[in-house]
C-alpha cells in the first residue's frame, strides 16, 4: 500500500533554525557527509512531491462565475429576461412587430456583455500571481546520495537531501546549513533587503524559535542566491512547504476580494433596483386594473404598457454608469502613464485615491536599492558626497574638520573636485577602487519605459566604492596604469576584511578594507604613504567614537588603510604578515539612502491626512534612522520588531511607524489589521516577501525596475521609474478619479429620479402620454450622454490634497444624498410646472408658437398612440424638454465641483473641452427647434418627429426661471456645506 502524500495542512516543520544538526539528522534519517540513501529518496518523493510550487488554481466557479453574480448585472439580465418573454408574447401570440423590444434587450446585454468580459479579465490576470512564482526555481543542483556527488534536477531534491553550494548558485530549497566559508546570501528578493546576510561559520549553533527570517544566519531559502564562499547544507523543506511556497498557498486565494469602487457600485445598484422593483409592481398592477375596467387586459394594448412600463422603470436605472466609470478609469490610466505609474488593475485608480493608510517597503521603495556613501573621514577632514545609488552623478565636497551640526546637501555642483593629487582622500579613493571585485553596469531599461539604469555585478559595499571614485573626477584608466595587481586576500566573513597588493612606481601597496574594530587594531600609524605619525590610543578611540556615531545614525562604516612597501620588500604570503602595521586612511559612511523627492512625498501625504507606515527586513535602528530622514517619523512614534506586533496593545500598534525585521506572513498582519478598522490600504513593495501583502492590501503598488517578477504579478499598479513620489502622484490622480466617478453617478441619479417622479406620477392618468417615445429618446441621447463626457475630461481640482481620505467611504455621504434629493426635487418641480403651465394654457399659444411645423394631433390621420392631444399638450412638452435638457446640461457645472462655487471654478478651473460639452446640447436643442429643415431631417432619422414648437420671449423667460431654481438651490446648499468647513 502506497503511502498518502502529505498536505499542506499536514504538514509539521520538519527541522528548522531552532534544531540541532543532530537532531535534524535522526529526523530525516540522513548523514551530513553521505547524504541520503536512495531508497530512502523514493519514499520521500512519494511522501513530500516534487520540489515545485504547484499552479493550484480556483474552481471556475470561485474564479469565473461567482463574482458575475452582483446586483448590477443581476438586475439587468432579470429585466431582459422579462422583455425576452413580453417580445416573445408580442410576436408569437399577438403577431405584431415586437423590434423596439429586441433593440432595447441587445442594448442591455451589451453594457452586460462589456461588464462580464472586464470582470473576467480580472480574475484571470489573478493567475500570473503564481506563475512568476515558477521563475524564482533553480533548474539543477548537486546533491551528495550515498556519499556520491551528483547533479540533479533541482524538482527532484527531497527533505533530508545533502546539498553543495557554490557562488552564484540559487538557493534550490529550504536547507540548514552544515557548512560555511565566508557565506554571504542575496536574500532580496525573499527579505526585501540589499545587503547581502552573512550565514555563520558555526552552523551548529541553534537560534531562537522567533527569530526573523533575515536574522537566520544558519538558514539558507528557496530563491535567493549565493553572493560569495560556498556551503554544505541539509534540505528540511521542499516544494510548497519552503518559505516561498507558503507564499504561494496564500496567494492561491484568487479572485476573491470584490473591487471596492465595483462593491459600492453594487450595494447602490441593490436600493435601486429595490426602487425599479416597487414602481414595475405599483404601475403593472395599476395598468392591470385599469384594463381589466376596459376590457382590454387580454389585447395587445396592455402588453404594450407593460413594455413601456418596464422601460420607464428601467429609466431610474443609469444604464451608462458602469460604462462612463471605465472611461473615466481609462483616462486617469493614460494620465498617469505619461508620469511613469503603470496601472495593471483598473480599479487601483479609484482604489489609490481613497487610501488613508500608506504601508511601504523601505529598501528599494523609500530608498534607492543600491548601497551608497555619503560620508568621508580621510583622518583630516570630513567630506560629503551628493548623487544617489551606482550613478556616477554627484559630488564630494569638504565639511571641515569637524563634523558640522546641518549640512546643505545641494549646495555644491556635480563637477567639483575639492582634494589634490596624493592627497589622503586620493589615496582613500584609490583604495576603494582597487581593493575591489565589483562591476558597474549601465543598463537601458526599455519596460514599462526606456530609462538608464545603474547596477553592480558583485558586492553592494564594494559598488559603493566604485560609485563613489566615480564622483571624484580621477581618471580610472590612469589609477589602473600605475598600479599592477599582485595578489589578494579574499573577504573573510570571520576576520570581516579583505585586501588586495599592488605594485606601483615606488614598490608595492597593500589596500586592506573592513569592520572599523578589525582594521583599526592593525594599524600603526595614520595619514597617508608621503605623511603619517604614529596612531595613538586617543586616535583610536576618537574613530571608534566616530564611527558608533555614524553607526547611530543607521550608516555602515568601513574603515580604509594601507601598506606602502618598498621595492626590496618580500611580499608576504602569511595573511596574518601581509595585514599588519597598516596606515590608517579614514573611513567612509554608506547606507541605502531615500530616493531624490521621498521626504516631500511623505510631507504631501501627511498633509492629504494619509499615514506612512515603513514596514521592512530591516535593523530598527537603520529603519529609524531613513524614517526621520524623509518625516515617516514626526515625534514619539513606536519602532516595532516584527516578533513584537502580537504582543502590541491597540493603541501601541496603531502608533507605530516603522515595523522592523518583520517577515512576509507580519506584512500581512498588519495590512489586515489596519483594514480591521475599515482603512483603505496602498502597499508598496518590489521583493518575493512583499507578494502577499501586495495582493490583500486594497492597492498593491510595486516597483518596475527594482521589482521581481512575482511582486509585479502581484500588484495593481506599477512605478516605472521606481520613484516613491509617483505614489503621491497617484494618489492625487486617484482622488480626482474618485470625485469624478461620484459626480457622474449623482448627475446620472439625480436627472433619473427626477425624470422618474414625474413619469412615475403621469403615469396613473389613463390614455395620457407625458412625452412621445421620440422626446424620450431624445433627453437620454443628447442631456444623458453629452454633457458628463465632461467628467471624463475634467481637470483635478487644485485642492484634492487639501482633503481628508474617504476610506471605505460609500459612493454618497449624508451631504451626497442631501444635495441629491434637493436636486431632484428642484429639478421634478421645475419640469413638471412648466408642463402645466402649457398643458392647460396658462401660457398660451401665440401665432409665433404655430410658425414651425405643426404636430399631428392625436386622432389625426396619421397619428400614434403618443401624440399630442391638443397643440398646448405639444407646447407643454417642448417646454419640459427644454427646461430638461438645459438643466441637466449646465448643472454639470456646478456638479464638477461640488467644494467650490460655480462662479470660483470657472475661474480658477477653466477647461475648454467641458464648456463645448456642456453649451453643445441646448445650442443643438434651440437650433432643432427652431430650423425646420433639421427637424425634417431628424423625423427622416426616427420614426416620429421631433414635435418641437418654437417658444416665444414669455416662454423662454418662463423657463430661465424653471432652470435657475435647480441651479441655485444646488448651489446655495453648496454654499452653507462651505461655511460649515465640510467637504463632499
Given at each position: 500500500?502506497g503511502?498518502?502524500k502529505?498536505?499542506y495542512?499536514?504538514?509539521?516543520e520538519?527541522?528548522?533554525?531552532?534544531?540541532?544538526?543532530?537532531?535534524i539528522?535522526?529526523d530525516l534519517?540522513?548523514?551530513v557527509?553521505?547524504?541520503?540513501k536512495?531508497e530512502?529518496v523514493?519514499q520521500?518523493?512519494?511522501?513530500?512531491?516534487t520540489n515545485?510550487?504547484?499552479?493550484?488554481?480556483?474552481?471556475?466557479w470561485?474564479?469565473?462565475?461567482?463574482?458575475l453574480?452582483n446586483w448590477l448585472?443581476n438586475?439587468?439580465?432579470i429585466?431582459?429576461l422579462i422583455m425576452?418573454i413580453?417580445g416573445?408574447?408580442k410576436?408569437?401570440?399577438f403577431k405584431e412587430s415586437s423590434?423596439d423590444?429586441?433593440k432595447?434587450?441587445?442594448?442591455?446585454?451589451?453594457?452586460?456583455?462589456a461588464?462580464?468580459?472586464?470582470t473576467?479579465?480580472?480574475q484571470?490576470r489573478a493567475?500570473f500571481k503564481?506563475?512568476?512564482?515558477?521563475k524564482?526555481?533553480a533548474?539543477?543542483?548537486?546533491?551528495i546520495?550515498?556519499?556520491?556527488?551528483e547533479s540533479?534536477?533541482?524538482?527532484?531534491?527531497?527533505?533530508?537531501d545533502l546539498i553543495e553550494?557554490?557562488q552564484?548558485d540559487?538557493?534550490p530549497?529550504?536547507?540548514?546549513?552544515?557548512?560555511?566559508?565566508?557565506?554571504l546570501?542575496?536574500?532580496?528578493?525573499?527579505?526585501g533587503?540589499?545587503v547581502?546576510?552573512?550565514?555563520?561559520?558555526t552552523?551548529q549553533e541553534?537560534?531562537e524559535e522567533?527569530?526573523?527570517?533575515?536574522q537566520r544566519i544558519?538558514?539558507?531559502?528557496?530563491?535567493t542566491?549565493l553572493e560569495?564562499?560556498?556551503?554544505?547544507?541539509?534540505?528540511?523543506n521542499?516544494?510548497i512547504f519552503?518559505?516561498l511556497g507558503?507564499l504561494?498557498v496564500?496567494?492561491q486565494e484568487i479572485g476573491?476580494?470584490e473591487i471596492?469602487?465595483?462593491?459600492?457600485?453594487n450595494?447602490l445598484?441593490?436600493w435601486?433596483?429595490?426602487?425599479?422593483v416597487?414602481f414595475?409592481?405599483?404601475?403593472?398592477?395599476?395598468?392591470?386594473?385599469i384594463?381589466?375596467?376596459?376590457?382590454?387586459l387580454g389585447?395587445v394594448?396592455?402588453l404594450?404598457d407593460v413594455?413601456i412600463?418596464?422601460?420607464t422603470s428601467?429609466s431610474?436605472?443609469p444604464?451608462?454608469i458602469?460604462l462612463?466609470?471605465?472611461?473615466?478609469l481609462?483616462?486617469?490610466?493614460l494620465?498617469?502613464a505619461?508620469d511613469?505609474?503603470?496601472i495593471?488593475?483598473?480599479?487601483?485608480?479609484e482604489?489609490?485615491g481613497?487610501?488613508?493608510?500608506?504601508?511601504?517597503?523601505k529598501?528599494g521603495?523609500i530608498t534607492s536599492?543600491?548601497m551608497?556613501?555619503q560620508?568621508?573621514?580621510?583622518?583630516?577632514?570630513?567630506?560629503?558626497?551628493s548623487g544617489?545609488?551606482?550613478?556616477?552623478?554627484?559630488?564630494?565636497?569638504?565639511?571641515?574638520?569637524?563634523?558640522p551640526d546641518?549640512?546643505d546637501e545641494?549646495r555644491l555642483?556635480?563637477?567639483?573636485k575639492?582634494?589634490?593629487?596624493?592627497s589622503s582622500?586620493?589615496?582613500?579613493?584609490v583604495?576603494?577602487?582597487l581593493?575591489?571585485?565589483?562591476h558597474?553596469?549601465?543598463?537601458e531599461v526599455?519596460?514599462?519605459?526606456h530609462q538608464i539604469s545603474w547596477?553592480?555585478?558583485?558586492?553592494p559595499?564594494?559598488?559603493?566604492?566604485?560609485?563613489?571614485f566615480n564622483?571624484?573626477?580621477?581618471?580610472?584608466?590612469?589609477i589602473?596604469?600605475?598600479?599592477g595587481?599582485?595578489?589578494?586576500?579574499n573577504?573573510d566573513?570571520?576576520l570581516?576584511r579583505?585586501?588586495?597588493?599592488?605594485?606601483?612606481k615606488?614598490?608595492?601597496t597593500?589596500f586592506c578594507?573592513?569592520?572599523?574594530?578589525?582594521?583599526?587594531?592593525l594599524?600603526t600609524h595614520?595619514?597617508?604613504?608621503?605623511?603619517?605619525r604614529?596612531?595613538t590610543?586617543e586616535?583610536?578611540?576618537?574613530?571608534?567614537?566616530?564611527?558608533?556615531?555614524?553607526?547611530a545614525?543607521?550608516y555602515?562604516v568601513?574603515?580604509?588603510s594601507?601598506?606602502p612597501?618598498s621595492?626590496?620588500?618580500?611580499?608576504?604570503n602569511?595573511r596574518e604578515?601581509?595585514?599588519n602595521?597598516?596606515i590608517?586612511n579614514?573611513?567612509?559612511?554608506m547606507?541605502d539612502p531615500p530616493?531624490?523627492g521621498?521626504?516631500?512625498?511623505?510631507?504631501d501625504?501627511y498633509q492629504?491626512g494619509?499615514?506612512?507606515?515603513?514596514?521592512?527586513?530591516d535593523s530598527p535602528?537603520t529603519?529609524?534612522?531613513i524614517?526621520?530622514?524623509?518625516?515617516?517619523v514626526r515625534?514619539?512614534e513606536?519602532v516595532?520588531e516584527?516578533n513584537?506586533?502580537?504582543n502590541?496593545t491597540e493603541?501601541?500598534?496603531?502608533?507605530a511607524?516603522?515595523?522592523?525585521?518583520v517577515?512576509p506572513?507580519h506584512k500581512q498582519v498588519?495590512v489586515?489589521?489596519?483594514q480591521?478598522?475599515?482603512?483603505?490600504?496602498?502597499?508598496?513593495?518590489?521583493?518575493?516577501n512583499?507578494?502577499l501583502?501586495l495582493?490583500?492590501?486594497?492597492?498593491?503598488i510595486?516597483?518596475?525596475?527594482a521589482g521581481?517578477?512575482?511582486?509585479?504579478q502581484a500588484?495593481d499598479?506599477?512605478i516605472?521609474?521606481d520613484s516613491?513620489?509617483?505614489?503621491?502622484l497617484?494618489?492625487?490622480?486617484?482622488r480626482?478619479?474618485?470625485?469624478?466617478?461620484r459626480?457622474?453617478?449623482f448627475f446620472?441619479i439625480?436627472l433619473?429620479i427626477?425624470e422618474a417622479?414625474i413619469?412615475?406620477?403621469?403615469s396613473?392618468?389613463?390614455g395620457?402620454h407625458l412625452?412621445?417615445?421620440?422626446q424620450?429618446?431624445?433627453i437620454f441621447?443628447t442631456?444623458?450622454?453629452?454633457p458628463?463626457?465632461?467628467f471624463i475630461?475634467?481637470s483635478i481640482t487644485t485642492e484634492i490634497m487639501d482633503y481628508p481620505?474617504?476610506?471605505?467611504e460609500?459612493i454618497?455621504n449624508?451631504?451626497y444624498?442631501l444635495?441629491?434629493v434637493?436636486?431632484?426635487?428642484s429639478?421634478?418641480?421645475s419640469g413638471?410646472?412648466?408642463?402645466l403651465?402649457?398643458?392647460f394654457?396658462l401660457?398660451s399659444?401665440?401665432?409665433?408658437?404655430?410658425?414651425?411645423?405643426?404636430?399631428?394631433?392625436f386622432g389625426?390621420p396619421?397619428?400614434?398612440?403618443s401624440s399630442?392631444?391638443t397643440?398646448?399638450?405639444?407646447?407643454?412638452?417642448?417646454?419640459?424638454?427644454?427646461?430638461?435638457v438645459?438643466t441637466?446640461?449646465?448643472?454639470?457645472?456646478s456638479?464638477?465641483?461640488?467644494?467650490k462655487?460655480?462662479?470660483?471654478s470657472f475661474?480658477?478651473?477653466?477647461?475648454?473641452i467641458?464648456?463645448?460639452?456642456v453649451f453643445s446640447v441646448?445650442i443643438?436643442?434651440i437650433?432643432?427647434m427652431?430650423i425646420k429643415p433639421l427637424?425634417i431631417l431628424?423625423?427622416?432619422?426616427f420614426p416620429f418627429?421631433p414635435?418641437?414648437?418654437?417658444?416665444?420671449?414669455l416662454d423662454?423667460?418662463?423657463?430661465?426661471v424653471?432652470?435657475?431654481?435647480?441651479?441655485a438651490t444646488?448651489?446655495?446648499?453648496?454654499?452653507f456645506?462651505?461655511?460649515?468647513k465640510s467637504?463632499y
Amino acid at each position: 500500500m502506497g503511502k498518502k502524500k502529505r498536505s499542506y495542512d499536514d504538514q509539521i516543520e520538519l527541522c528548522s533554525h531552532n534544531a540541532t544538526i543532530k537532531k535534524i539528522t535522526e529526523d530525516l534519517q540522513t548523514d551530513v557527509k553521505f547524504g541520503l540513501k536512495h531508497e530512502i529518496v523514493e519514499q520521500r518523493l512519494e511522501l513530500y512531491g516534487t520540489n515545485v510550487i504547484p499552479k493550484v488554481k480556483g474552481s471556475i466557479w470561485d474564479v469565473y462565475i461567482a463574482p458575475l453574480l452582483n446586483w448590477l448585472i443581476n438586475i439587468y439580465l432579470i429585466v431582459a429576461l422579462i422583455m425576452v418573454i413580453l417580445g416573445l408574447i408580442k410576436a408569437f401570440v399577438f403577431k405584431e412587430s415586437s423590434s423596439d423590444v429586441w433593440k432595447q434587450i441587445g442594448f442591455w446585454m451589451l453594457i452586460i456583455g462589456a461588464n462580464i468580459i472586464f470582470t473576467i479579465f480580472q480574475q484571470i490576470r489573478a493567475q500570473f500571481k503564481l506563475d512568476a512564482l515558477h521563475k524564482l526555481s533553480a533548474p539543477s543542483s548537486t546533491v551528495i546520495r550515498d556519499g556520491i556527488p551528483e547533479s540533479i534536477a533541482a524538482d527532484l531534491l527531497v527533505p533530508g537531501d545533502l546539498i553543495e553550494l557554490d557562488q552564484g548558485d540559487r538557493i534550490p530549497a529550504d536547507a540548514r546549513i552544515v557548512y560555511a566559508s565566508n557565506c554571504l546570501v542575496n536574500e532580496s528578493a525573499l527579505t526585501g533587503e540589499s545587503v547581502a546576510v552573512e550565514k555563520t561559520n558555526t552552523p551548529q549553533e541553534c537560534l531562537e524559535e522567533d527569530t526573523p527570517i533575515s536574522q537566520r544566519i544558519n538558514m539558507l531559502y528557496t530563491g535567493t542566491f549565493l553572493e560569495s564562499g560556498r556551503a554544505v547544507a541539509l534540505v528540511v523543506n521542499t516544494g510548497i512547504f519552503t518559505e516561498l511556497g507558503k507564499l504561494s498557498v496564500e496567494l492561491q486565494e484568487i479572485g476573491s476580494n470584490e473591487i471596492p469602487i465595483r462593491s459600492k457600485v453594487n450595494r447602490l445598484a441593490k436600493w435601486l433596483g429595490l426602487t425599479v422593483v416597487t414602481f414595475l409592481v405599483v404601475s403593472v398592477i395599476y395598468k392591470a386594473i385599469i384594463h381589466s375596467i376596459n376590457g382590454t387586459l387580454g389585447d395587445v394594448v396592455f402588453l404594450e404598457d407593460v413594455v413601456i412600463t418596464v422601460t420607464t422603470s428601467m429609466s431610474i436605472m443609469p444604464i451608462s454608469i458602469p460604462l462612463l466609470t471605465t472611461l473615466i478609469l481609462l483616462t486617469g490610466v493614460l494620465s498617469m502613464a505619461k508620469d511613469r505609474v503603470i496601472i495593471r488593475n483598473l480599479s487601483a485608480v479609484e482604489t489609490l485615491g481613497r487610501s488613508s493608510i500608506l504601508c511601504t517597503d523601505k529598501t528599494g521603495t523609500i530608498t534607492s536599492n543600491q548601497m551608497t556613501i555619503q560620508r568621508i573621514w580621510d583622518t583630516e577632514q570630513f567630506y560629503g558626497v551628493s548623487g544617489v545609488g551606482y550613478s556616477n552623478k554627484g559630488a564630494i565636497y569638504p565639511l571641515g574638520e569637524e563634523y558640522p551640526d546641518s549640512i546643505d546637501e545641494y549646495r555644491l555642483p556635480d563637477s567639483l573636485k575639492p582634494f589634490a593629487e596624493d592627497s589622503s582622500l586620493e589615496y582613500l579613493l584609490v583604495g576603494g577602487l582597487l581593493n575591489n571585485n565589483a562591476h558597474l553596469i549601465v543598463e537601458e531599461v526599455f519596460e514599462p519605459h526606456h530609462q538608464i539604469s545603474w547596477k553592480t555585478t558583485g558586492d553592494p559595499t564594494d559598488g559603493a566604492f566604485l560609485a563613489l571614485f566615480n564622483k571624484s573626477g580621477i581618471v580610472e584608466k590612469e589609477i589602473r596604469k600605475q598600479y599592477g595587481y599582485l595578489s589578494e586576500f579574499n573577504f573573510d566573513s570571520v576576520l570581516k576584511r579583505m585586501s588586495k597588493t599592488f605594485q606601483d612606481k615606488e614598490g608595492y601597496t597593500l589596500f586592506c578594507k573592513g569592520a572599523s574594530e578589525t582594521i583599526l587594531p592593525l594599524c600603526t600609524h595614520i595619514g597617508k604613504p608621503e605623511k603619517y605619525r604614529a596612531i595613538t590610543k586617543e586616535d583610536k578611540e576618537k574613530i571608534m567614537e566616530n564611527v558608533s556615531k555614524f553607526a547611530a545614525q543607521g550608516y555602515r562604516v568601513i574603515s580604509l588603510s594601507l601598506r606602502p612597501m618598498s621595492k626590496d620588500t618580500i611580499i608576504p604570503n602569511n595573511r596574518e604578515e601581509a595585514e599588519n602595521e597598516l596606515i590608517y586612511n579614514g573611513f567612509v559612511c554608506m547606507l541605502d539612502p531615500p530616493r531624490y523627492g521621498v521626504g516631500e512625498a511623505v510631507k504631501d501625504s501627511y498633509q492629504a491626512g494619509i499615514t506612512t507606515i515603513m514596514i521592512t527586513g530591516d535593523s530598527p535602528i537603520t529603519a529609524k534612522a531613513i524614517a526621520k530622514e524623509v518625516g515617516i517619523v514626526r515625534g514619539d512614534e513606536l519602532v516595532v520588531e516584527g516578533n513584537q506586533i502580537k504582543n502590541l496593545t491597540e493603541e501601541e500598534f496603531f502608533k507605530a511607524r516603522i515595523f522592523a525585521r518583520v517577515s512576509p506572513q507580519h506584512k500581512q498582519v498588519i495590512v489586515e489589521k489596519y483594514q480591521s478598522k475599515n482603512k483603505i490600504i496602498a502597499m508598496c513593495g518590489d521583493g518575493v516577501n512583499d507578494a502577499l501583502a501586495l495582493t490583500n492590501a486594497d492597492v498593491g503598488i510595486c516597483m518596475g525596475i527594482a521589482g521581481t517578477e512575482v511582486a509585479k504579478q502581484a500588484s495593481d499598479v506599477v512605478i516605472a521609474d521606481d520613484s516613491f513620489t509617483s505614489t503621491v502622484l497617484g494618489i492625487r490622480e486617484g482622488r480626482g478619479l474618485f470625485d469624478r466617478i461620484r459626480v457622474m453617478i449623482f448627475f446620472y441619479i439625480t436627472l433619473n429620479i427626477a425624470e422618474a417622479i414625474i413619469y412615475f406620477a403621469s403615469s396613473f392618468i389613463p390614455g395620457f402620454h407625458l412625452v412621445n417615445d421620440f422626446q424620450r429618446v431624445y433627453i437620454f441621447s443628447t442631456a444623458h450622454l453629452i454633457p458628463p463626457l465632461a467628467f471624463i475630461f475634467d481637470s483635478i481640482t487644485t485642492e484634492i490634497m487639501d482633503y481628508p481620505p474617504r476610506d471605505d467611504e460609500e459612493i454618497f455621504n449624508k451631504k451626497y444624498v442631501l444635495a441629491l434629493v434637493v436636486l431632484a426635487l428642484s429639478l421634478a418641480f421645475s419640469g413638471g410646472l412648466v408642463f402645466l403651465l402649457g398643458y392647460f394654457n396658462l401660457l398660451s399659444i401665440s401665432s409665433f408658437n404655430q410658425t414651425g411645423i405643426i404636430p399631428i394631433l392625436f386622432g389625426e390621420p396619421g397619428s400614434v398612440l403618443s401624440s399630442p392631444v391638443t397643440l398646448e399638450h405639444a407646447k407643454a412638452r417642448t417646454m419640459f424638454v427644454t427646461v430638461l435638457v438645459i438643466t441637466e446640461s449646465l448643472v454639470v457645472l456646478s456638479l464638477r465641483r461640488l467644494n467650490k462655487s460655480i462662479f470660483r471654478s470657472f475661474k480658477e478651473d477653466r477647461k475648454w473641452i467641458v464648456f463645448i460639452l456642456v453649451f453643445s446640447v441646448p445650442i443643438l436643442h434651440i437650433l432643432l427647434m427652431y430650423i425646420k429643415p433639421l427637424q425634417i431631417l431628424a423625423g427622416k432619422i426616427f420614426p416620429f418627429l421631433p414635435e418641437f414648437l418654437p417658444l416665444g420671449i414669455l416662454d423662454w423667460l418662463v423657463i430661465l426661471v424653471a432652470v435657475t431654481i435647480p441651479l441655485a438651490t444646488l448651489e446655495t446648499y453648496k454654499f452653507f456645506i462651505r461655511r460649515r468647513k465640510s467637504y463632499y
